[in-house]
């Protein structure tokens, strides 16, 4: 045992350090693998442990990373350069729940379905919701900034963060924002959030709760065309409504995913919307009937609604799971996030299509729609090294395309060591440079998740990831 | 002699061309803040221009003050300089806009009226109702993240930006998130520059998503005979199905005040709760029906507002009370943010405890938003009337708020610190001013803390 293992134990308690190769290699990947292992991974249950750590790190000058549940898909969790790894798996504790400000204090390492669990007998939820929400912390979805299916009407993590407790590269412990509107000051709550570890450690968290709404209904669009899927989904916001969510699935993706949870998707269909509207009763009632006149002007073969709870969670469970699904048919594969205007969608997938045809790839596709945020699934075989080098490619012309389309090259799983050479599609070296003053103020030394989020301009993008996801 | 600012009268003249430096002395009067004048006013056409200007005054230490027709310039602290009015009024134009993605694009001195204007067109707004109303510029209400009343169905500015350009102390132009409703590439300084108060930076385009314009909306009033009534209210109407657009409580005070501005009818010395609600014709006969039933609970009287000149009266002077406050220089305008629960409780200590007849004061509140506005007019203002203010803000701060002076008479502002106690993370705010505006120019002294 090195002396530097012995420290930290001393730090906090022998059995939250791990040091042996065998158990590190459990965290040598998230949704991408990293070229190293940490040296150490420590396990904090509070604050002041993530203080000592930060501030022996300091002294050491190694890197610190954050790391949630590890679900990240552009390689945020991972230590490319080593160092200690602050895995937030104990500080799971709901600190406070006040539901008459409908607010609740929590520590990073809450996993986001259990908030929502804790409060759902009163009648609240917490509102952002990842695919991943059964696995995924909330210092996590804080890192990254998340989203969900549910975010086009309730926003992104952002949009529900109120405050934050943040340990700094030095030590100090600040706290932002507040556990009401308006504290004056600028903005750091808002600038922590989707920093991805880089700015600051995350050990406590004030976030937003929400009524649950009185009715819900869940609607499936049936199509045979791919390109009027697409085109309904511009058609719905442009007749004034905002769904809570709107999702498309391909028929490649919907097959998969019927065959691996038989949520009732129709097999011979080539894309399906599911669409939801939440709200009064009344309101339920009217915007389905005005969503199912818009999809069957798109020529939707179908609109069914799910006619009861067990139904309408049948119908998500397949979309929350359609990685999965996929990860039974393909060795392996890269999810792509992208986003691009909404209006634009039925172009972006004759182009993505067309990438496929050129790369000899078999592409999926499975997009919160309604955001116009993409997840092209590009399927591979990693033994297959020529394969795998077309996949980078093909991924990283859909990203152009999305820059080009006046889009994101990513909108919900952040940059990582994923996107950070592919920045510069979006970003003028004058843009980054104010971000690099960003982080210069807080993270001057570059030991928080090091080589994460800009560009390093040392290597390209595309030889450094990696892409384990899936297999 | 050539002073200083003749030098700087030539050498911005030659980035933004003569015409656009002004120095008579009217304009320059009427662009003053707290009592201290610009030497000159500098109208900058374009984004890079806007940037170069903002390079010469950084390089020679000139203390910019950036404004379109300076309608909020009362918030703040006292500038510690002031030599160049930045004012963006010839930057309105709209760069993009896509009714069927709900995005738009513009420059920061095109009025608010006008963009609601342009955008009604297609059936859809950005829900904010700013102080200052439609005279408000977009560059201001982002700067602020000014908002009003929608603020607790919509949210602020924060929730709607997608993305700004702004023109930076180095000479240039930086680009922050973009025109697409998700995005998580890189910081979030969009969010850094909202609010900042033109303390890092000159917003010169901005990017929001629009909302589609509810078909209907209606007003609905409850009586409360205390601000008990109201808390019990308050409460009701949180766990009712039912998301108002936004609610106003209006205490004794206040309705005395619309009694004689807007002719309302007298309600026996006790409050009233304002709710406006949107939606089909439908959804907004069930809120009606919600909203009888809660008044009915709490043994109050409950009306629908007819849509008349007198509701549009009352809600405009909720939201825009700085016009009216404006033209009285004695006045006080405060706000207190603070959670939900504690509205009422703070309404009540402060009545209780803190005001008297003679301030003359008007209090309402957001009560779903978590804000008390209290206006006041001491006149004449007693010695240490200062210490109310003081006293009104620990108050607040004891109920885990804060207090921010929206306007103050001159003197005041001598006294009383706009923003309040700072926080463990003051020393970050402070390096990053440092960053973005190391020679200190950029509306110097006036944000928290003496940034
Ligand atoms: C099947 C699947 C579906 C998904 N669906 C979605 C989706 O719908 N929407 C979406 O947005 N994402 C989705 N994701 C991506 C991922 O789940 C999210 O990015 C999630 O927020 C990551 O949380 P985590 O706890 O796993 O964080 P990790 O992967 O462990 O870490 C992510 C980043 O957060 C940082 N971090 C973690 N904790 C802290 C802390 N306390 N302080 C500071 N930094 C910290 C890490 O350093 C890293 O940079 C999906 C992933 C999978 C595998």
Redesign the pocket.
Known sequence: MKSFTRELIRLVGRDAVLWRPEDLMLYEY??LSSLRQPDAVVLPTTTDHVVGIVKFAAREKVPV?????????SG??VTPEGGILIG?SRMKKILEIDLENQRARIQ??VVNLDLSLAVSDQGYFYAP????QK???I??????N????HTLAYGVTTNHVLGLEVVLPGGEVIHTGAAHWGRPGYDLTGLIVGS??TL????EITVRLMRKPEAVKTLLAVYDRVLDATRTVAAITARGITPAALEMMDGFTLRAVEDATHAGYPKDSAAVLLIEVEGLLENVEEESDQIEAVCREDHARDVRRAKSNEERELLWRGR?NA??AIGRISPSYYVQDGVIPRTRLPEMLEFIAGVAEKYKLQIGNIF?AGDGNLHPLLMFDARDEAQHQRVLKAAREIMAKCAEMGGSITG???V?IEKNELMPLIFSPDDLDAMRKVKSVFNPAGEF?PA?LLPSGKMCGELRVQVS?GA | MITALDRAQTELANIVGAARVVSDEGTRASLSVDGKTPGLAVYPPSAQQTAEVLRYASHERLAVIPCRNATKLSIGNPPRDYDIALCMKEMNRVWHYEPEDLTISAEPGMKFGDFQHFVGRHGLWLPLNPPGGASASLGGIVATNASGSYRCFYGTPRDMALGVKVATTEGKVVKAGGRVVKNVAGYDLTKLMIGSFGTLGVIVEMSFKLFPRPTERATFVLTAGTLEKAREIRRALQLSPIRPLRAALLDASYMEFLKESEHLKECGGGCEIWIEVGGSERVVGRCSSELKQIALRANETFREQERNSTMAGVWSRIDDSYSGVRANTDDWLLRVSMAVSAVEEYMIRANRDQLRPEHFWRCWAEPLGGIVHLWLHPHPEPAGFEEVIHNLRRLGEELGGSLVVEIAPFAGKAKVDAWGTIGDDFEVMRKLKDAFDPNHILSPGRFVGGL
């Open positions: 998230d949704g990373v954050a790391r949630g549940a590890g679900t990240g898909l945020g969790a937030f990073p390492g919701d990842p695919s991943s696995a995924c912390t210092g996590g979805n804080v890192a990254e998340s989203g969900g299916p991805e570890g600051g450690i995350v050990t929350k990685f999965g919160h919900e799983h952040g990582g998740n994460k996801a």
